[in-house]
């Protein structure tokens, strides 16, 4: 069977499981152009296993398909260019151009023409007319008749308070700035990352940006908005439950709260101790007071200043260590050091949990490996499936973007298995175990070794 073969029928059988999996969970099908999100889009939503793994192969099989159908030279032309398409999105998210379409007067068929839009946010009409042609041609928005523009699926996303928006502004702006700095930061002899070769500064980027409120402010609602996106998967595909009553969760670095704030809610029979700086400890406060206010009443959280590169103080059979998205922010010396510190706090029974991407290299498989997905079954926990011959293994786009994210801005990494367990045999700790989940992210479960 050829690759374009193998592709089709990937393709063709993973649309009937789709189609039978929203049939089944009584759900619409799939749309672009109809102006309205799809209850899939709703954060709150938990997919069946079946139906994730579905929608992640059949992804990663339309992208290989393109890469096969689409002269190389203008596939990488089109993706050298992707950075006008992220300064057109900056575009229409600055003027909120989703969210004026959105409006009841508007006739959702017709749409608006280019030039009323442009004179409404103070723009001149020929280029703002050009740059949404573009992103309608990518399924951004519809350009229902000549210089008419209307709202998709796609675009409502854009509408605030959904997450996209704030994603953009990031990526945009500081990402778009930073990134064309990573080749000389990739310079044997450079030091600085990426960011601070773009923004002049000497310090780590955390310290840089806690006095340009402008960037502190745009980053947490981008940081906050991902995570709350990611949290419903991270709750159901851990076993949280299994913990023993009375458990309590040292989030370490746990900011404001973020995840640890739905464990808690969603398992009453675990305590949080919100670790983190001294001056993060009103904010975490005010942000538990507000959204988990029982919590706070019933006594199962408490909040205590820590710096992560000093000692752990807690140690103790009732305690389990949580790291979200911590390790990836720093360079290799500095993450074995916070490593070091909690295994020095840790007991031979002591469980230590990272959330954050666990990457794989994108390898064709050596053997023909089937399709599985119609063997999948939704009434047993998640677990990722094999991915089928021709397509890499994964198929991750986004998790290896944020692993040159980190590059960018930290000299840091996302990590795959394997450098999780070097790093670790580094610490004197190992892994337990990996936990995929239906987010971006993983949990590594790690013991001492």
């Known amino acids: 069977m050829s690759e374009l073969e193998a592709l089709r029928s990937i393709i063709n059988e993973s649309l ?70 992220s300064q057109a999105l900056h575009m229409v998210c600055k003027y909120n151009v989703a969210g004026v379409l959105a409006q009841p007067a508007v006739d959702q068929e017709k749409g608006v023409d280019a030039e009323t839009l442009a004179k409404r946010f103070g723009l001149s009409p020929d280029p703002f007319k050009r740059e949404m042609r573009m992103l309608a041609s990518h399924h951004y928005f519809r350009e229902t008749t000549e210089g008419y523009f209307a709202n998709n699926r796609v ?103 973020g995840l640890m704030m739905a464990v808690a809610k969603a398992y009453p029979h675990l305590k949080v101790l919100d670790q983190d700086r001294p001056e993060v400890g009103p904010a975490a406060l005010a942000n538990w007071t507000k959204h988990a206010p029982e919590v706070l009443q019933q006594g199962r959280i408490a909040f205590e200043a820590h710096n992560f590169f000093e000692p752990q103080p807690r140690s103790g059979v009732e305690y389990v260590f949580v790291m979200r998205c911590i390790i990836h922010d720093w360079p290799h010396e500095e993450s074995v050091t916070i490593l070091n510190h909690l295994r020095n706090a840790m007991l031979p029974s002591s469980r230590l949990l990272i959330i954050e991407h666990v ?88 013991m001492l070794a």
């Open 16 to 85: 009937d499981i789709l189609q039978a999996e929203l049939k089944a969970a009584k759900l619409p099908e799939l749309w672009v152009s109809k102006p309205e999100l799809h209850p899939l889009d709703d954060i709150s939503y938990i997919q069946t296993p079946r139906l994730f793994e579905t929608r992640r192969i059949l992804l990663g099989a339309c992208r290989m398909l393109g890469s096969a159908v689409q002269p190389p030279t203008e596939k990488i032309i089109e993706e050298g260019w992707a950075h006008q398409r």
């Open 155 to 257: 675009s409502m996303s854009l509408v605030p308070p959904n997450v996209a928006p704030y994603a953009i502004e990031y990526i945009a702006t500081w990402g778009l700035k930073v990134a064309h700095r990573v080749v000389d930061a990739m310079d044997v002899n450079e030091y600085r990352t990426g960011a601070q070769l773009a923004y002049g500064f000497d310090t780590d980027m955390f310290a840089y940006i806690a006095k340009h409120p402008e960037y502190l402010s745009m980053m947490v609602s981008a940081m906050t908005g991902l995570y709350e996106s990611q949290a419903n998967g991270l709750l159901n595909d851990f076993a949280w439950k299994d913990l023993p009553a009375g458990t309590t969760v040292i989030d370490v670095g746990g900011g404001e709260g």
């Open 359 to 446: 990457i794989y290299p994108p390898l064709t498989p050596t053997e023909k490996t089937p399709l599985l997905l119609s063997s999948i079954d939704n009434s047993k926990p998640y677990k990722e499936t094999p991915t089928p011959w021709p397509m890499p293994n994964g198929p991750q786009v986004l998790e290896l973007a944020h692993d040159i994210e980190m590059y960018c801005n930290f000299k840091a990494k996302e990590r795959t298995p394997a450098e999780w367990a070097s790093i670790l045999g580094e610490c004197g700790m190992k892994v337990v175990k990996i936990w995929p989940t239906r987010t971006e992210f993983s949990v590594v479960e790690i």
